[in-house]
Nanobody, 128 residues
Framework: QFQLVESGGGLVQPGGSLRLSCLAS????????IAWFRQIPGGEREAVSC?????????VDHTVVQGRFTLSRDNAKNLFYLQMDSLNPADTAKYFC????????????????????WGQGAQVTVSS
């Protein structure tokens, strides 16, 4: 059974940092496309950063990330991460990790409906 389990959310002050982790089980991440999405109440789930091992393509929402967030993976541990720095209240959302073995061509976008496997979500609240 394929499963993704997130950790690392929480409350942080503006300007602070958080690292979200996503642990995969039931499969190895090496050849899978990984992604982080976020969603505010009443809003759509939007891609933050995505990377495909299939073709090396990436997607970053630069209007959101602005050089502050970094997606990385540790295939040996079957983990991937979203390092978030210089957080501000506009980053408050529920963050979801996702993975899929078939998604590629991320230059055309990173769409939630393309991913079959999801973490449970981690709330990130940026507030003083």
């Amino acid at each position: 059974q394929f499963q993704l389990v997130e950790s690392g959310g929480g409350l942080v002050q503006p300007g602070g940092s958080l690292r979200l982790s996503c642990l995969a089980s039931g499969f190895t991440l090496d050849d899978w496309t990984i992604a982080w999405f976020r969603q505010i109440p009443g809003g759509e789930r939007e891609a933050v950063s995505c990377h495909s091992s299939l073709d090396g393509s990436t997607y970053v929402d630069h209007t959101v990330v602005q050089g502050r967030f970094t997606l990385s993976r540790d295939n040996a541990k079957n983990l991937f991460y979203l390092q978030m720095d210089s957080l501000n209240p506009a980053d408050t959302a529920k963050y979801f990790c996702a993975a899929d073995p078939r998604v590629s061509n991320l230059g055309f976008g990173c769409r939630p409906r393309a991913f079959d496997y999801w973490g449970q979500g981690a709330q990130v609240t940026v507030s003083s």
